[in-house]
Protein backbone atom coordinates (compact mmCIF):
# COMPACT_ATOMS: atom_id res chain seq x y z
CA UNK A 1 0.00 0.00 0.00
CA UNK A 2 1.38 3.51 -0.77
CA UNK A 3 -0.25 6.81 0.30
CA UNK A 4 0.18 9.56 -2.30
CA UNK A 5 -0.17 12.10 0.29
CA UNK A 6 3.37 11.17 2.24
CA UNK A 7 6.63 11.60 1.08
CA UNK A 8 5.75 13.38 -2.06
CA UNK A 9 8.71 13.14 -4.66
CA UNK A 10 9.39 17.15 -4.84
CA UNK A 11 12.91 17.49 -6.50
CA UNK A 12 14.69 20.94 -6.67
CA UNK A 13 16.38 21.00 -9.81
CA UNK A 14 13.43 19.05 -11.98
CA UNK A 15 10.28 17.04 -11.24
CA UNK A 16 9.61 14.43 -9.33
CA UNK A 17 7.92 10.84 -10.34
CA UNK A 18 7.29 7.88 -8.84
CA UNK A 19 5.36 4.63 -10.13
CA UNK A 20 2.16 4.05 -7.83
CA UNK A 21 0.56 1.27 -9.88
CA UNK A 22 2.34 -0.66 -12.44
CA UNK A 23 0.31 -3.78 -14.01
CA UNK A 24 -0.73 -5.12 -17.22
CA UNK A 25 -3.62 -3.55 -18.01
CA UNK A 26 -3.14 0.06 -15.77
CA UNK A 27 0.49 2.19 -15.04
CA UNK A 28 -0.16 4.95 -12.50
CA UNK A 29 2.12 7.25 -11.87
CA UNK A 30 2.82 10.21 -9.52
CA UNK A 31 4.46 13.69 -10.35
CA UNK A 32 5.66 16.61 -8.04
CA UNK A 33 6.17 19.88 -9.40
CA UNK A 34 7.84 22.66 -8.05
CA UNK A 35 6.27 26.46 -8.82
CA UNK A 36 7.97 27.19 -11.92
CA UNK A 37 8.71 23.40 -12.53
CA UNK A 38 6.98 21.44 -15.73
CA UNK A 39 6.81 18.16 -17.56
CA UNK A 40 8.76 18.47 -21.01
CA UNK A 41 6.37 18.36 -23.98
CA UNK A 42 5.75 14.99 -25.18
CA UNK A 43 2.79 12.82 -26.89
CA UNK A 44 0.59 10.67 -24.41
CA UNK A 45 2.23 7.35 -25.09
CA UNK A 46 -1.40 5.76 -24.28
CA UNK A 47 -4.86 6.31 -22.85
CA UNK A 48 -4.97 9.40 -20.19
CA UNK A 49 -6.32 10.73 -17.01
CA UNK A 50 -4.59 13.55 -14.95
CA UNK A 51 -5.88 14.33 -11.49
CA UNK A 52 -4.96 17.04 -9.70
CA UNK A 53 -4.25 16.38 -5.89
CA UNK A 54 -2.39 19.62 -4.88
CA UNK A 55 -1.78 22.45 -6.42
CA UNK A 56 -3.05 24.45 -9.66
CA UNK A 57 -1.61 23.22 -13.08
CA UNK A 58 -1.66 24.72 -16.48
CA UNK A 59 -1.49 21.50 -19.31
CA UNK A 60 -1.04 22.20 -22.24
CA UNK A 61 -3.06 19.86 -24.81
CA UNK A 62 -2.61 19.61 -28.62
CA UNK A 63 -2.78 23.59 -28.67
CA UNK A 64 -5.01 24.67 -25.93
CA UNK A 65 -4.31 25.67 -22.26
CA UNK A 66 -6.58 23.72 -19.87
CA UNK A 67 -6.46 25.64 -16.02
CA UNK A 68 -7.09 22.34 -13.52
CA UNK A 69 -6.87 22.58 -9.68
CA UNK A 70 -7.37 20.34 -7.14
CA UNK A 71 -9.86 17.73 -7.30
CA UNK A 72 -10.05 18.32 -11.04
CA UNK A 73 -9.78 15.32 -13.53
CA UNK A 74 -8.98 15.78 -17.02
CA UNK A 75 -8.85 13.07 -20.12
CA UNK A 76 -6.17 13.06 -22.82
CA UNK A 77 -6.54 10.74 -25.68
CA UNK A 78 -3.63 8.74 -26.85
CA UNK A 79 -0.96 10.53 -29.01
CA UNK A 80 -1.51 13.92 -28.13
CA UNK A 81 0.44 16.32 -27.36
CA UNK A 82 1.09 17.91 -23.98
CA UNK A 83 3.13 19.89 -21.26
CA UNK A 84 1.87 19.99 -17.45
CA UNK A 85 3.41 23.12 -15.68
CA UNK A 86 2.63 24.03 -12.19
CA UNK A 87 1.61 27.58 -12.46
CA UNK A 88 0.64 28.26 -9.06
CA UNK A 89 2.83 29.99 -5.89
CA UNK A 90 2.71 26.41 -3.75
CA UNK A 91 4.02 22.93 -4.58
CA UNK A 92 1.69 21.11 -7.00
CA UNK A 93 1.68 16.90 -7.15
CA UNK A 94 -0.77 14.92 -9.39
CA UNK A 95 -1.99 11.29 -10.88
CA UNK A 96 -1.17 10.33 -14.49
CA UNK A 97 -3.94 7.29 -14.67
CA UNK A 98 -2.42 5.70 -18.30
CA UNK A 99 -5.12 2.67 -19.57
CA UNK A 100 -3.57 0.17 -21.07
CA UNK A 101 0.14 0.07 -19.54
CA UNK A 102 1.94 1.87 -22.25
CA UNK A 103 4.19 -1.91 -22.45
CA UNK A 104 1.21 -3.03 -23.82
CA UNK A 105 0.52 -0.28 -26.38
CA UNK A 106 0.59 -1.00 -30.03
Same mark, same amino acid.
Given at each position: ???????????????????????? %????MQI???????????????????????????? %???????????????????????????????????????????????
Open positions: MINVLENVPYCNDKMGNRKVADEK %HLLVALKPGQSVPQHNANSNVHVLVMKGALTI %HLDGVDHQAKEGDLLPVAYGTPMIIKNTGSDNATFLVFKTPNPSEMQ
